[in-house]
């Protein structure tokens, strides 16, 4: 049985869920799940896991994402995307270079941002995007949110392409319409393109009618970053069964494994004792 993750380059139009079934029939398996939701006009990386690799998508930091996506200043639509409706539009003043420039650096590091209310943000039960399609808006507490890196790639005398790395959690639609806004005009994205999640690259990923077998990376790949620890004999007994381990190690995680492969990823307890946190069998 195939069990990892897979690389994908998702097309624009199509939403996240679409591409978890697309694998789904493609593998024959109803264990699929995706990290970091992309909407619907947006494109580029997403990471689509299979059968024991959705066990370990709560241990996958994806704490840094980077985003190319295109600004087009003086109409406003109420989802801050193209897939909106237009409700306001408004000349754009002459702006220059180095204005954009200097507005984009003023982004840079660690801010509040309100989400939007087209998001998948839940308040009281409730996603806000089913309260927006009523025409409810709600007032959203700020999430704190870091932006590594922002820089102009081209921009003519209404659209501005730029490149953001950003923390997890940032809406890059909210992102575009502050910007606009310093810019003393409004805006919405109408492309927006994911190139990275962490070390994952969209230059390694393919599109679903081109992912094969082969494209499946293993479990212990996709947690590069997490210590190993192979175990043998009682040893090997007691993690196949979810036991304590006591470690020399002081380690949050580490993944477990026999010359099989993974067998779980287990966490810090006390001084020498690690507990098993999800097995992988």
């Known amino acids: 049985m195939i069990q990892g993750a897979l690389l994908i380059n998702k097309n624009e ?3 996240s869920r679409q591409i978890d079934v697309q694998i789904s029939k493609k593998f024959h398996t109803k264990k699929v799940g995706h990290l970091g939701t992309l909407d619907p006009f947006a494109e580029g990386l997403l990471i689509v896991f299979i059968n024991s690799g959705t066990k370990i998508i709560p241990f996958l930091k994806d704490e ?12 406003l639509t109420d989802t801050l995307d193209k897939d909106g409706n237009i409700i306001l539009e408004e000349k754009v003043p002459v702006i ?3 204005q954009i420039e200097d507005v984009l650096k003023s982004f840079l590091g660690e801010k509040e941002q309100i989400p939007p209310m087209y998001s998948s943000i839940k308040i009281n039960g409730k996603h806000l995007y089913d309260l927006a399609r009523r025409g409810i808006e709600i007032e959203r507490a700020p999430r704190k949110i870091n932006i590594y890196s922002i820089k102009l790639i081209s921009f003519t005398k209404d659209e501005i392409v730029f490149d953001a790395t950003v923390s997890k959690g940032t ?5 575009g319409n502050d910007i606009a806004h310093k810019l003393n005009t409004i805006g919405h994205l109408t492309k927006l393109i994911r190139t990275n999640i962490d070390q994952f690259s969209l230059n390694d990923a393919k599109r679903v009618e081109d992912i094969c077998e082969d494209d499946v990376k293993s479990i212990d790949e996709i947690l590069s970053f997490m210590n190993k620890f192979k175990v043998y004999g009682s040893m090997e007994k007691i993690a196949l069964n979810g036991g304590k381990l006591f470690l020399n190690y002081k380690d949050d995680y580490l993944l477990i494994y026999n010359n099989d492969g993974p067998i779980a990823i287990y966490g810090f307890e006390s001084d020498g004792i690690y507990k098993c946190i999800r097995g992988l069998k």
């Open 64 to 75: 840094r994402k980077t985003y190319v996506a295109t600004l087009k200043l003086g109409i």
């Open 96 to 98: 220059t270079k180095e």
């Open 13 to 15: 139009g199509c939403t």
């Open 171 to 175: 809406y890059i639609r909210t992102l």
